[in-house]
């Protein structure tokens, strides 16, 4: 599967894999280790778009563990996407100039039309959408709101890394990550709409008029 074969094509990037610590001290003083060896400051805005990424990934862990075990398909899909996250948090951690890229697998074309075609077929599954809705549900959707809002943060600082890194002409695989987060988010909404349509439950429509006309009512 193209999961397994991009994490062992990472694998193959680190040296004596079986013997990485945990523990190292190195960090102790506010800096990190890219891929290639360079540490930065964990302030660093190419820190904080990794750190995101690995956010990112982690609340999809959330979601798979509360996500319903009959939607095998679906969940295959989300691990397709944590290992994609991760090769893409490691594309990120290494400097552009550093000839290690070459080791590493970019996101391609194919990778945005696999969220694609997802998308296209868990939305023709479900009710037409009329307007802006609440980001809420049951658990699983709404730990899929909760993980389209740390997308849309992981590409915002990607962004800002592109820009910072003066990287006008960004390198393809740059410019997919972009593409890809694009489109996660937009996956991650629909599966979130996916989820409450599962357990027959209606898109909570944000209602612009609702106000609490007395608030010492409310019980």
């Known amino acids: 599967m193209k999961s397994t074969a991009r994490l062992k094509k990472l694998r193959r990037y680190y040296k004596n894999e ?15 280790g890219l891929l290639n060896g360079t540490r930065i400051l964990k302030s660093d805005h190419q820190i904080e778009a990794v750190g995101d990424i690995d956010e990112l990934n ?17 969940l295959e899909e989300i691990n397709t996407i944590q290992s994609d996250l991760l090769h893409m948090g ?7 100039t550093s ?5 590493l697998e970019g996101i391609d074309d194919k990778d945005i ?26 658990l699983a959707a709404s730990w899929s709101h909760l993980a389209r809002t740390i997308c849309r943060r992981a590409e915002r600082h990607v962004v800002r890394l592109s820009v910072q890194t003066a990287l006008g002409n960004k390198p393809k695989h740059l ?17 979130a709409r996916y989820c409450n349509h599962m357990l027959d439950r209606r898109d909570s429509i944000w209602e612009t008029s609702r106000r609490v006309s007395n608030p010492d009512n409310i019980k």
């Open 18 to 32: 079986e013997n990485m610590k945990i523990t190292t001290g190195k960090g102790d003083t506010g800096t990190a």
């Open 113 to 138: 039309t696999y969220l694609e075609s997802a998308i296209d077929r868990m939305d023709s599954l479900l009710p037409p959408l009329k307007g802006f809705i609440l980001p809420k549900g049951n």
């Open 90 to 96: 490691a594309w990120v951690a290494t400097p552009r």
């Open 58 to 74: 982690s609340a999809l862990g959330v979601l798979q563990a509360v996500f319903p075990e009959s939607e095998k398909g679906t």
């Open 99 to 103: 000839p290690s890229l070459q080791n």
């Open 175 to 191: 410019a997919n990550i972009l593409k890809y987060l694009n489109r996660l988010s937009d996956y991650l909404f629909v599966l």
